[in-house]
C-alpha cells in the first residue's frame, strides 16, 4: 500500500462553537455534498442508517451518482471539537484509486465564530499513487464547494429545526 495523502480545507463561520458542530454532525450528506466537482460526484443517498447520525459505531452506506458506494463508520465524536470516520468497502470509480478514506471535521474558535476543518487521509492503492495529486486537487475543490453549502446550512433561520437535540 501507499504512503497515505493528507488533503484539508477549512471555512470560519460566524457562529458558535457548540452551534456549529450539533448542527454539522447529523447533517443530511446530501445537504451539503449534491454538487459534482470535477470527478468527484454529489452524494445521491444515504443507506442503512439507523436513527441520528452522531453515535461512535454507526454506519451507513453512501451513494453517489456515478453510481459509487461507500461504507461510512463514525469512530470518534469529541463534542463539540471533532468527529471522526472511515470510509471502506468503495465502489465505483474510486475504488481503482483508494482502499480506505479517513475523514475528520474539526471546529476551533476562530474570532466570534469557528472555523471548520474537514480533512481527509486517502490511503491510495498503488496504481492510485501517480493521480494522488489530481485527486487531491478535485477534492479541495469539492470541499470548497461542501464548505460554502455547509455555511449557507448553518446560517439559515430555521436550522435549529432541522438539528436533533439542539
Not at 501507499?2 to 456549529?20: C, D, G, H, M, Y
Not at 443530511?28 to 454529489?42: C, D, E, N, Q, V
Amino acid at each position: 500500500m501507499s504512503t497515505p495523502v493528507i488533503v484539508e480545507q477549512s471555512r470560519a463561520i460566524p457562529i458558535t462553537l457548540q452551534r456549529a458542530f450539533d448542527l454539522t454532525l447529523p447533517i443530511p450528506l446530501t445537504a451539503i455534498f449534491s454538487r459534482r466537482y470535477g470527478l468527484l460526484p454529489p452524494v445521491k443517498r444515504v443507506r442503512g442508517q439507523d436513527g441520528i447520525w452522531g453515535q461512535v459505531g454507526q454506519s451507513r452506506t453512501v451513494v453517489t451518482t456515478d453510481g459509487g458506494t461507500m461504507r461510512e463508520l463514525l469512530t470518534e465524536v469529541d463534542a463539540p471539537h471533532s468527529f471522526s470516520y472511515r470510509l471502506s468497502n468503495i465502489t465505483g470509480p474510486l475504488r481503482l484509486l483508494v482502499d480506505s478514506i479517513d475523514g475528520c471535521w474539526e471546529f476551533t474558535p476562530k474570532g466570534t465564530g469557528t472555523l471548520i476543518t474537514w480533512r481527509w487521509v486517502l490511503h491510495p492503492k498503488g496504481v492510485g499513487a501517480p493521480v494522488m495529486p489530481l485527486v487531491t486537487s478535485m477534492w479541495r475543490g469539492y470541499a470548497r464547494q461542501a464548505l460554502e453549502l455547509l455555511s449557507e446550512q448553518l446560517l439559515t433561520p430555521d436550522s435549529a429545526e432541522r438539528a436533533p437535540g439542539v
